[in-house]
């Protein structure tokens, strides 16, 4: 049990101020799977200056894809893209749970909060194999899995409330641990069906999910929320709501789909619930993944229109940021289309 009372410290946490990202503000989606580390952070500045608001990044230890891939680790690089961007950075997604310890995650992002000020965004999941198997972890049902994540959102604010804490839980253990900074980064949890949102409701500062149809946003994710936060005492105004849009731009619409072909086996389910964890393994099954059914998956954009569209739905599905996963052959090119067309569209 947690020697201070957890539901004093619960409440303090999910009453927290969320960082300074403003409705309707739109960020980039920086990958480590597919630039290296030098680049990713000359892209970023180069989102700074087009216009975006926020910048998210992804968590891997092994990338989704084998041929021309890159990988480094994503909290050593945010400590240094923070230096020299400045905008909030998130997490999208953190899994807390294996090769993360929630102690070891709470103090890493405590640390980056001391030393970058309240523009720290955790988010949080329940992870892929990809990320834990090498390291020597079994991969569980999902239900474990998730099961971990709650117990680690109970770890990483108790810690963050300053002081020791003993935590005696069915994964976890803490006996007197204590990280020595009082923080209040937000954590945005991960939800893409009706279970998991009504957890990220309960215990979240906010939601991060994938451009599901506004129907299922609507109709599904976000009662579900709503039903999780009247738990807390709270309602769904009171969380921060992020969606991820993941788009393939070209002026060639064939060529635009071609940027995609990566991330094939993201569309094949027992990538997520099996142990499945070698890059190499990942792209050969990405193989059996049609040109036609990806683009039937990820919008393509040949011009700006595209992107307007769908970002525009999902503000008016409720959602207070979006951000914007580009794939493109021509990064210049997307970036000049975003400065001049699409981020003014939202700024007027």
Not at 16 to 29: C, E, Q, V, W
Not at 54 to 78: C, K, L, Q, R
Not at 260 to 275: G, P, Q, S, V, Y
Request: aromatic content about 12%; overall charge neutral; some cysteine.
């Amino acid at each position: 049990m947690i020697r201070a009372c957890l539901s004093t410290v619960l409440l303090r946490f999910l009453l927290m101020p969320l960082p300074i990202l403003k409705k309707g503000s739109i960020g980039f989606n920086a990958c480590p799977d597919m630039v290296e580390p030098k680049r990713l952070v000359q892209l970023c500045q180069r989102a700074k200056k087009a216009g975006f608001e926020a910048i998210w990044v992804s968590d891997h230890f092994h990338p989704w894809f084998h041929t021309g891939a890159t990988e480094y680790n994503t909290w050593v690089w945010m400590g240094a893209a923070m230096q020299q961007v400045d905008l909030p950075f998130g997490t999208a997604v953190t899994a807390p749970l294996f090769r993360y310890h929630p102690a070891i995650t709470a103090q890493a992002f405590a640390t980056m909060e001391a030393l970058f000020g309240h523009r720290v965004i955790l988010g949080i999941g329940t992870g892929e194999a990809m990320n834990e198997v090498p390291l020597g972890y079994s991969w569980p049902k999902y239900a474990e899995r998730r099961d971990r994540l709650i117990e680690s959102v109970k770890i990483m604010k108790a810690l963050w409330k300053g002081g020791f804490v003993d935590f005696d839980g069915e994964y976890y253990k803490l006996k007197a641990a204590n990280i020595y900074m009082k923080s209040d980064v937000p954590i945005v949890m991960s939800a893409l069906g009706p279970k998991m949102a009504r957890i990220v409701g309960e215990y979240g500062d906010g939601i991060i999910t994938s451009a599901k149809t506004p129907q299922y946003i609507n109709e599904v994710i976000f009662p579900n929320v709503a039903a999780g936060a009247k738990k807390s005492g709270r309602t769904l105004d009171d969380l921060l709501k992020v969606v991820e849009i993941d788009v393939a731009y070209d002026e060639d619409y064939d060529r635009a789909v071609k940027t995609l072909r990566k991330w094939a086996a993201t569309l094949i389910n027992e990538m997520f619930t099996t142990d499945i964890s070698d890059p190499r393994e990942i792209e050969e099954r990405g193989k059996s993944i049609s040109d036609k059914e990806l683009a039937e998956v990820f919008p393509i954009a040949t011009d700006e229109n595209e992107f307007i569209k769908r970002i525009e739905q999902y503000f008016k599905c409720g959602f207070d940021h979006t951000y914007v996963q580009i794939n493109t052959f021509d990064d210049e090119k997307a970036f000049n289309l975003f400065e001049k067309k699409v981020l003014p569209y939202f700024r007027k």
